[in-house]
């Protein structure tokens, strides 16, 4: 069973950025499209954006020109960078595959945007 350990949110004034990490246990991870997702209080849980094993990607509109979705398969790790930062992007953000059935999803990284 594949985990998933997601990190690097916080509180960032809007305009700011962070870089979100998703490190992923198991060999299979280089083989598989990834994602990133978020979930907003009250909100259903949104696809952000997708990166297939070839580094293929595509985002959510609202996020289109500021974030960008990466991985490194040497390291079986995957990255969301968010510059531009505004306050609707507050959220719990979560990495799992793309594509076909989710692996257990991980605890997510709370990413606050707030002057």
């Known amino acids: 069973q594949v985990q998933l350990v997601e990190s690097g949110g916080g509180l960032v004034q809007p305009g700011g950025s962070l870089r979100l990490s998703c490190a992923a246990s198991g060999s299979i991870v280089r083989i598989s499209a990834m994602a990133w997702y978020r979930q907003a209080p009250g909100k259903q849980r949104e696809l952000v954006a997708t990166?297939?094993?070839?580094?293929?990607?595509t985002y959510t509109d609202s996020v289109k020109g500021r974030f960008t979705i990466s991985r490194d398969n040497a390291k079986n790790t995957a990255y969301l960078q968010m510059n531009n930062l505004k306050p609707e992007d507050t959220a719990v953000y979560y990495c799992?595959?793309?594509?076909?059935?989710?692996?257990?999803w991980g605890q997510g990284t709370q990413v606050t945007v707030s002057s």
């Open positions: 990166i297939t094993s070839s580094s293929t990607t």
């Open positions: 799992n595959r793309w594509g076909t059935i989710p692996w257990t």
